[in-house]
C-alpha cells in the first residue's frame, strides 16, 4: 500500500529501493536519447531522483491519476522528458519498453516534451518559466473544489530568468498557496553553459524575497529531500527547495559537462556508460521495438471532465437600452456566478484580472463573488497560464483583459493552454481601434489573424449586448477554449424589421451562424463592433437607390462555406471590419470561397490598412477612410463601374 509524506518515514530499506530505481532510470534515460539520436539526457539525470521520490511518496498512481483528490506533479523543464518517461514507467504508468523504444519517434506519444496526452503528465510543458504558473491554478482549483492535495513542481535553474517565475512567486503568496512545494534542479548549467556566466542572478534570495520558504538540499539525498518535503507540508506558505545536483550524475563522462544538457551518448559512449551504471546493454532490442511502431491517433486524446454549469436565463436589452457589450459581459458573467453557485454540486467558476476589472467589467464580480475572483495585478503572462491551469482541474476559468494584453502579449501563453486542451474563456475589451484616446500601442488589430492560429480556440465577436449576453453563456457551458471579443463604446442594441431586439427573446446563439441583419441584393460581411456602421452604410446607399444586404460574422474563425455562398448571387461582396485588413474577416472569407470552388465574386476589403491615430472611434474611422460615409461612396463606386 502507496504511504505518503505525511503518514510515513523513510526507511533504509526504502532508500536502497530508489537508489537501484533511479540506477534503471539512468540507463533508460541514456537508452532513449542514443536510441533517439536527440534529447536532453543531462538534466534528466540529475532531476531524476527528485522524480523518483515524488512519485514513490505522493498521492498519484496508475490507478487514481485521473482523480480530482489526487496530487499533482508539473515539470516545468519539459525537456527532461526522458527522467519523467522512466520514472513514470518504471511506477507503472505505461510499459517501460514503450517509452524507451518510441522516445522522440513521429506518432508516438513520448514527445520530445512531455505531453498531457501521456499517463501521469499533468501539464504540457517545454516554454520554460510557465510551470509555477500552471501550478498556482490547480492550487486555485483545489481550494474552488473543495479537495486538499498537494502540488509538486519541479524546475530548471535556467529557466528562473523568466520573468513570468517572478510574477508566479508574487501570486503564489498573495493568495496563500501554501500546498505548491517547488524544486529547483540546481545544477547550474544551461544550453550556453554556466548559468552565472549566461546570467547571473540570485534564485535563493529572489524566492525569499518574495514570501516563500527557501531550503537547500542535496538533489541526489533521498533522506534529505523526504524530510525536507514532508517539513513543508506543515509551513503556511510555499516552499521552493533548492537541490543542488550534477549534470549528468553518476556517468564519470558526463558529470557536470553543458555539453549533455541537449547531446545524447553515441552508441560507443553508451556501452561504456551502462558499463559504468551496471546495466545490461539491451539497445538492440529496443532498435526491433521501434521499427515496429504503429502510430494511433486516440492515444494523443487527453480526457476531459465533465461539467454542471447553470448559466441562467439570458437578459434581454431593450433597444432603448444604451451600454456596452463589456458591461453586458460582465452582466452575464455575475448572473451566470449568482445561479452557479446555489448548487455546490455545479462545476465552480473562477474569473481572473490584471488590474482592469474597473474597465472589463469584473468589478461586480470582485465585489460579490470575492470568494471566485483572483486579482493579478499586472501579470497576464502569469495569469494567462494559471487559469488555463485551473481549467483542466473541474474548474470554468474566465480571463478578461484588453485585447493587447490578454491575446497579443499572451499568445505563447494562450497556444500553450491550446496544446493542453483548457476550458478557458479569454473575454477581451477594447478590440480594434475601438479604445478611445489610448492610441495604436492599445489598438487591438489583429485578434483574428492571431487566434485563427490557434487550432482550439473558438472565437466570438459580438454584434450588441444582446447577442454578447448569450455568448457569453454559450461559451460557459460549453467546454473547450473561448475567445469573446468586444470593443470600449456603447454599443447600439440591434433591432429586426419590427423593430424589437434582433438578439432578443427568441434569438438562440449557434456557434458559426452567419447572421441576416437587413436583406439586400449585394452582401456586405461584417461583425461585432463594426454592424451599426454597416447599417449606416445600408441606410445611406437605401437613399441612393442601392441595397445592400448586411450580414454579421460573430464567428470569424469557422465560417461556414454553403452559409457563405447562399448570400452570393452578383459579382461583388464585401467585408467591413476594424481589423487588419490582411489577416481579418475579409481574408478568411476569401479563403473559405476558394477552397469551396465555384464562380467567384469579387471580394472588397475595408478594413484597417496600417497603425491608427489616437482619438475618438468615429474620428479615428474617418481619418482610416472606414468610417459609413465613405464606405458608402465606394461601395456605390465599384457597383456603377
Known amino acids: 500500500m502507496q504511504k505518503f509524506f505525511r503518514e510515513t518515514d523513510i526507511k533504509d530499506s526504502d532508500i536502497n529501493e530508489l537508489k537501484n530505481l533511479s540506477n534503471q532510470c539512468r540507463g533508460d534515460i541514456l537508452k532513449m536519447t542514443t536510441l533517439a539520436s536527440s534529447g536532453h539526457p543531462g538534466g534528466s539525470m540529475s532531476t531524476v531522483d527528485m522524480l523518483l521520490l515524488i512519485y514513490k511518496y505522493a498521492n498519484i498512481s496508475p490507478e487514481n491519476y485521473r482523480s480530482l483528490d489526487r496530487d499533482r506533479i508539473i515539470v516545468s523543464h519539459g525537456h527532461t522528458s526522458p527522467a519523467v518517461y522512466s520514472v513514470l514507467g518504471r511506477n507503472g504508468f505505461f510499459h517501460i519498453d514503450d517509452a524507451i523504444s518510441q522516445f522522440r519517434l513521429a506518432g508516438s506519444i513520448f514527445e520530445g516534451h512531455i505531453e498531457r496526452s501521456v499517463p501521469g503528465v499533468e501539464w504540457s510543458t517545454g516554454n520554460l518559466g510557465q510551470g509555477l504558473s500552471a501550478a498556482c491554478g490547480m492550487a486555485l482549483s483545489g481550494k474552488l473544489t473543495g479537495r486538499n492535495f498537494n502540488i509538486y513542481t519541479l524546475m530548471g535553474d535556467g529557466e528562473q530568468q523568466k520573468g513570468q517565475l517572478s510574477e508566479a512567486r508574487r501570486f503564489a503568496v498573495k493568495h496563500k498557496l501554501n500546498n505548491i512545494t517547488a524544486f ?13 556566466d549566461v546570467m547571473p542572478q540570485n534564485i535563493k534570495d529572489e524566492y525569499v524575497s518574495d514570501g516563500w520558504m527557501v531550503f537547500e538540499a542535496d538533489g541526489h539525498d533521498f533522506k534529505e529531500l523526504f524530510n525536507l518535503i514532508k517539513k513543508a507540508e506543515k509551513i503556511e506558505r510555499p516552499v521552493m527547495i533548492m537541490a543542488r545536483t550534477i549534470m549528468g550524475k553518476n556517468v564519470s563522462f558526463m558529470e557536470d559537462i553543458a555539453a549533455y544538457h541537449g547531446k545524447p551518448l553515441s552508441e560507443e559512449q553508451l556501452e561504456n556508460a551502462l558499463n559504468e551504471l551496471k546495466l545490461n546493454n539491451d539497445i538492440d532490442k529496443y532498435k526491433e521495438l521501434r521499427s515496429r511502431f504503429q502510430h494511433s491517433k486516440t492515444l494523443h486524446q487527453i480526457p476531459r471532465y465533465k461539467l454542471s454549469i447553470n448559466t441562467g436565463k439570458p437578459k434581454v436589452y431593450s433597444t432603448e437600452t444604451k451600454t456596452d457589450n463589456r458591461s453586458a459581459f460582465g452582466n452575464a458573467l455575475t448572473d451566470i456566478l449568482q445561479h452557479n453557485s446555489l448548487n455546490s454540486s455545479n462545476t465552480p467558476i473562477a474569473v481572473f484580472d490584471c488590474d482592469l476589472a474597473g474597465s472589463v467589467k469584473t468589478d461586480k464580480v470582485s465585489k460579490e ?8 495585478g499586472i501579470q497576464e503572462h502569469h495569469t494567462a497560464t494559471t487559469a488555463g491551469a485551473a481549467s483542466v482541474n473541474s474548474v470554468v476559468s474566465f480571463f478578461a483583459d484588453f485585447g493587447v494584453f490578454g491575446i497579443d502579449e499572451t499568445y505563447n501563453q494562450q497556444r500553450l493552454n491550446d496544446i493542453n486542451d483548457t476550458n478557458l474563456k479569454v ?21 483574428i489573424g492571431i487566434m485563427k492560429n490557434l487550432y482550439g480556440f473558438k472565437v466570438i465577436i459580438p454584434a450588441d449586448p444582446n447577442q454578447t449576453d448569450k455568448a457569453v453563456r454559450f461559451a460557459a457551458e460549453n467546454y473547450g477554449n473561448f475567445l469573446i471579443g468586444v470593443g470600449r463604446s456603447k454599443t447600439p442594441v440591434i ?28 452582401p456586405l460581411f461584417t461583425l461585432g463592433a463594426m454592424v451599426p456602421y454597416a447599417l449606416k452604410v445600408h441606410e445611406i446607399l437605401k437613399d441612393r437607390g442601392i441595397s445592400i444586404k448586411i450580414l454579421n460574422v460573430s464567428c470569424p474563425t469557422d465560417i461556414n462555406s454553403q452559409d457563405l455562398k447562399k448570400h452570393i448571387k452578383g459579382n461583388y461582396i464585401f467585408s467591413y471590419e476594424d481589423h487588419n485588413i490582411n489577416t481579418g474577416l475579409g481574408s478568411l472569407i476569401s479563403d473559405t470561397l476558394m477552397e469551396h470552388g465555384g464562380k467567384l465574386p469579387r471580394l472588397i476589403k475595408f478594413g484597417i490598412n496600417r497603425y491608427a ?8 474611422f474617418k481619418l482610416m477612410e472606414i468610417d459609413s460615409n465613405t464606405v458608402a461612396d465606394r461601395i456605390e463606386n465599384f457597383l456603377k463601374h
Open 427 to 447: 473575454v477581451t475589451t477594447h478590440l480594434g481601434v475601438d479604445v478611445g484616446e489610448d492610441g495604436k500601442t492599445h489598438q487591438c488589430i489583429d485578434y
Open 369 to 376: 463573488y470575492s470568494e471566485y475572483f483572483f486579482e493579478s
Open 184 to 196: 529547483i534542479d540546481y545544477n547550474k548549467l544551461q544550453i550556453s553553459g554556466n548559468i552565472d
Open 613 to 620: 491615430y489616437s482619438g475618438k472611434p468615429a474620428e479615428v
Open 495 to 522: 433591432k429586426s424589421k419590427d423593430g424589437s431586439p434582433f438578439f432578443g427573446e427568441h434569438y438562440s446563439f449557434e456557434y458559426g451562424k452567419i447572421d441576416i441583419i437587413t436583406d439586400g441584393d449585394y
